[in-house]
């Protein structure tokens, strides 16, 4: 068994070694084979993990000792994959829709030079992102957190000739690595209190403290600050949207089923951990509502169609936290697996458009594809409904439950979160409508020349769009008459936090509880139905104001709140003109001329002695008189 679950992460390695170092030569077909076949054995054998995880029917985790890693004094660190109900979803989320993501990139990156070295960076990724979720420890965890953002790094700035690419890639590097910076430190915290990194010793003794300890507080502070980094919440967000300077898979691959979900997997396999820090719950919860309403608002007002899903994203993460902060763990992680399938989705038919646009990305250019591109849009429609909420998808079942909880923990957080579900509804419907719907407005482009994308493309559309519509029937809630079937799977995870939580549920009333579902489900429907009539008629698409009559709230939201400007007022240019102060006044003032002073004076000394080898016999004659005069002087005085 120890040698199963070892081969699920490093079958991908092996795909990244073979491409990486035969990637000059290796063929496509070959690569082709080679890049998805690894994902899709490592798929396998985590079905098989889950099965016999099953068949044993033992409710606590399962640890597997690879290799010892650190040893220092009496203390030591294995390099250990925990198996249990959490790790293993993940394991199926990761390899399951990266596969996907693969076979469809097969097809989109059929014409690019760097093909195999594209390959080889995805499987690297899968790698380290399995590696996170099924270390035993936080020293294993940080590998994987660590590995992950030089993947990011790797594939945001993939077309690295194009410096505008390489600034994204830089910036999500830096920006992670803020985050990262809290996170370790926060691991440092917890060895410090408690001898150890592993998970199960950590929470075993995470649970004889008093709940509200500042300890405790710390700890889960500095770990949410590398969530924020790597999860993209307020304030370290900005670089996610920059990010999809990358292929298209590679932002399906980010948004859908690595890197930003990794904050929230942390978060939650901490969830002992948080529950006894209050105060720290409500700060998550707080920075969670803020990212939701701001990166909703953003999306609206985006033109850029990855952009737009991008901007979603982020306030889908916010959902995600937000059930974190009122203790709905198992609502986050449900949350988390339908988002990975219908954002795969949304993504991978963003990528279909493109490919039929021939590159154009802005959605006011675009219209009436409809017909063109069949597949790509009843596949996206499916997405696009599955992302509002709308029953029987997916989306409507795990946005159901956080709503419940985030009701029963407080009905102002309620009102806000139904404010964010119809801003989601009206910016994925509008970009629906302005996509598909109207006259077609690419006049760059001509319409003649549209085409549906190939098979290899279209079928990972039509899976994903499947298993965004029914994945969500894995968790019915009791009030439908439904039996919760992933909260079952995942309550022996969670069963120690529940006991432990601080946080008040209110009971609420079952006819309270189907009211606040049919209004949600009418007011999202109210918000498709009047992007429709904006942006889906025929002659709709000329969205354009008067400046004089935008709001002040339109103008900010358009300009994304200028939060990029702030932080290149605030930290950018300061910095830059730092460097160029230190370039200008040590470097070339100070240590070049100290290192060119050096070498002019070695160079002068060398012009005059080098006339001692000047190949003129008289010279060496006259040299050698002088040395034995200066011989015979010095005897003389000695």
């Not at 150890?196 to 405790?216: C, E, R």
């Not at 990212?291 to 901007?311: C, E, R, S």
């Not at 998808?393 to 946005?399: P, Q």
């Not at 040590?586 to 002068?604: A, C, H, L, P």
Request: aromatic share 14%; glycine share 8%; charged share 10%.
């Amino acid at each position: 068994m120890t040698i199963l679950i070892s081969l699920i992460p490093f079958l991908p390695l092996f795909g990244f070694i073979i491409l990486g170092l035969g990637c000059r030569s290796i063929p496509k077909r070959v690569a082709s084979f080679l890049g998805p076949g690894t994902i899709i054995s490592s798929f396998i054998l985590s079905i098989i993990a889950l099965s016999d995880y099953l068949a044993s029917g033992i409710p606590h985790p399962t640890s597997f000792h690879l290799a010892p890693w650190l040893s220092f004094g009496g203390f030591s660190a294995g390099f250990d994959f925990l198996i249990d109900p959490l790790s293993i979803l993940m394991m199926l989320i990761i390899t399951g829709v990266g596969f996907i993501i693969h076979v469809y990139s097969i097809g989109y990156m059929s014409h690019d030079e760097g093909f195999n070295r594209f390959f080889a960076y995805m499987n690297l990724f899968i790698f380290f992102m399995l590696i996170l979720v099924m270390g035993a420890n936080y020293v294993v965890m940080f590998i994987g957190w660590e590995g992950v953002g030089l993947c990011s790094y790797l594939l945001i700035g993939f077309w690295f000739k194009n410096q505008q690419f390489n600034n994204a890639a830089k910036k999500a590097f830096i920006m992670n690595r803020i985050g990262d910076l809290g996170f370790l430190l926060g691991i440092f915290l917890i060895f410090t209190n408690f001898k150890s990194f592993n998970y199960v010793n950590v929470f075993d003794l995470a649970k004889t403290m008093a709940p509200g300890s500042g300890t405790m507080i710390a700890i889960t502070l500095l770990l949410f600050i590398g969530a924020v980094g790597k999860s993209a919440q307020i304030p370290l967000y900005t670089w996610l949207p920059d990010a999809m300077a990358g292929p298209t898979p590679v932002s399906a691959l980010i948004h859908a089923a690595t890197m930003v979900t990794a904050g929230v997997y942390m978060v939650a396999r901490s969830s002992v951990l948080y529950v006894l820090a209050p105060a720290t719950m409500e700060v998550i919860g707080l920075a969670s509502l803020a990212t939701m309403f701001l990166a909703a608002a953003i999306a609206i007002f985006q033109n850029d169609i990855k952009k737009v899903l991008a901007y979603s994203t982020i306030s889908q993460l916010g959902y995600m936290f937000l059930a974190l902060s009122v203790g709905a763990f198992t609502g986050a992680m449900f949350h988390l697996m339908t988002h990975a399938f219908f954002k795969a989705l949304l993504f991978l038919g963003a990528g279909s458009v493109i490919h039929a646009m021939e590159g154009e990305q802005d959605i006011r250019k675009m219209g009436g594809l409809k017909n063109a591109l069949p597949k790509t849009y009843w596949t996206f429609l499916v997405g696009t409904l599955a992302i509002a909420g709308l029953p029987p998808l997916s989306g409507f079942f795990s946005k159901d439950e956080i709503l419940a909880h985030v009701f029963s923990a407080g009905q102002s957080m309620w009102i806000i979160t139904v404010a964010v579900t119809m801003m989601t509804a009206f910016y994925m419907f509008r970009l629906l409508f302005l996509t598909f719907y109207g006259n077609y407005r690419g006049n760059n482009h001509p319409q003649s020349r549209l085409h549906e994308s190939p098979s290899v493309m279209t079928v990972p559309l039509m899976v994903l769009a499947f298993l965004a519509a029914i994945c969500g029937f894995l968790n019915i809630p009791e009030l439908m008459g439904g039996k919760g079937i992933l909260k079952e799977f995942l309550a022996p995870v969670f069963a120690d936090a529940v006991k432990l939580s601080q946080v008040q549920h209110l009971l609420v009333p079952e006819r309270r509880e189907w009211f606040n579902i049919v209004l949600v489900i009418f007011l999202v429907l109210l918000m498709a139905f009047r992007a429709y009539r904006r942006f889906g008629l025929r002659d709709a698409g000329h969205e354009m104001r008067d400046a004089g009559s935008k709001s002040v709230f339109i103008r900010l939201a358009e300009k994304k709140f200028y939060v990029d400007e702030m932080y290149d007022t605030v930290f950018v240019k300061p910095v830059l003109k730092l460097s160029e102060g230190l370039h200008r006044f040590v470097e070339i003032k100070f240590i070049d001329r100290i290192v060119d002073g050096t070498g002019n004076t070695i160079i002068k000394f060398s012009n005059i002695i080098r006339y001692i080898q000047a190949g003129n016999v008289g010279v060496y004659l006259f040299f050698m008189i002088i040395g034995i005069i200066l011989i015979l002087f010095f005897n003389i005085i000695l």
